[in-house]
Nanobody, 121 residues
């Protein structure tokens, strides 16, 4: 599966952005999907994940209550709605596909190209 992420941009603190990740192919629904992010000089870290059918989600503690992951299997798309953005959310955001919706980066075999999110104070 090939993944194409978009929706990043520059916003002020407290603002919102919605990221999209569109997958190619007809087997999107078999994959757990996730978003990771990588800030300059830091490791790529887990942000959110969603199960194949969308019934189960997981979040990194610092984004709980602010970010929401969802998916539309008919459109081969996963979303990340980001509200109340903070400067520390600044990073390149990557979508990923794997056979389960875990928090572990190594469990995901397919990655998108990343989209930059910049939050200014």
């Amino acid at each position: 599966v090939q993944l194409q992420a978009s929706g990043g941009g520059s916003v002020q603190a407290g603002g919102s952005l919605r990221l999209l990740c569109v997958a190619s192919g007809r087997t999107f629904a078999i994959y757990g999907m996730a978003w990771f992010r990588q800030a300059p000089g830091k490791e790529r870290e887990f942000v959110a994940a969603i199960s194949r059918g969308g019934g189960s989600t997981r979040y990194e503690d610092s984004v709980k209550g602010r970010f929401s992951i969802s998916r539309d299997n008919a459109k081969n798309t996963v979303y990340l709605q980001m509200n109340s953005l903070k400067p520390e959310d600044t990073a390149v955001y990557y979508c990923a596909a794997g056979f389960s919706a875990t928090t572990v980066r190594g469990e995901y075999g397919f990655w998108g190209q990343g989209t930059q999110v910049t939050v200014s104070s």
